[in-house]
């Protein structure tokens, strides 16, 4: 059974930074594009990244360039994102996929002061 | 970025109405097109992939159809369990991009 499970979220303060990371398992973690996706509470789904297999090509959204980042640990079978400079309109929910067909169950995070 | 418009953004229907409803893209996105349910404090569930073919374990009720810009997706007979947002994704191209949701209502 596929599974993936978000962990790392929480509060920030604006302009910090903070790592989410989504423990896969149940499949061959390095065969598949993951992504994260993210969503305001009460508002629409918004892509955020993905990362292909092995780790070797990755797209964000435009808006995201530059203060987000991917990555995966195939090893531990464990993607990450890491959030820079975070500001109040980053609060939601932080969901990771595979191949956008199985989800975990999301990640709030929240940026305050 | 190819947009993705989603009409209509909320509407109210009964049990056992047809419900349609639409994605239009930007620019061409051949068959690139997925439909997504989400009902309150969970993820979404993927209906339809490559905008025509049930997800496996969907209710045959869902349908979508259509390819380039223009695309549907048809409950035939809405049932208690369906109202929830949905939303259309294309993944033709990075940045993908998903439609701003309807929320299917009771009416």
């Known amino acids: 059974e596929v599974q993936l499970v978000e962990s790392g979220g929480g509060f920030v303060q604006p302009g910090g930074s903070l790592k989410l990371s989504c423990a896969a398992s149940?499949?061959?973690?390095?065969?598949?594009?993951m992504h994260w996706v993210r969503q305001v509470p009460g508002k629409g789904l918004v892509w955020v990244s993905h990362?292909?297999?092995?780790?070797?090509?990755?797209n964000f959204a435009d808006s995201l360039k530059g203060r987000f980042s991917i990555s995966r640990d195939n090893a531990k079978n464990t993607l990450y994102l890491q959030m820079d400079s975070l500001t109040a309109e980053d609060t939601a929910v932080y969901y990771c996929s595979r191949d956008l067909i199985y989800w975990g169950r999301g990640t709030l995070v929240t940026v305050s002061s | 970025d190819i947009q993705m418009t989603q009409s209509p953004s909320s509407l109210s229907a009964s049990v056992g109405d047809r419900v349609t409803i639409t994605c239009r893209a930007s620019q061409g996105i051949r068959d690139d097109l997925g439909w997504y349910q989400q009902k309150p404090g969970e993820a979404p569930r993927r209906l339809i992939y490559g905008a025509s073919s049930l997800q496996s374990g969907v209710p045959s009720r869902f349908s979508g159809s259509g390819s380039a810009t223009e695309f549907t997706l048809t409950i035939s007979s809405l049932q208690p369990e369906d109202f929830a947002t949905y939303y259309c994704l294309q993944h033709n191209t990075s940045p993908l991009t998903f439609g701003g949701g309807t929320k299917v209502e009771i009416k």
């Open positions: 149940g499949f061959t973690f390095n065969r598949f594009w």
């Open positions: 990362i292909n297999g092995d780790g070797s090509n990755s």
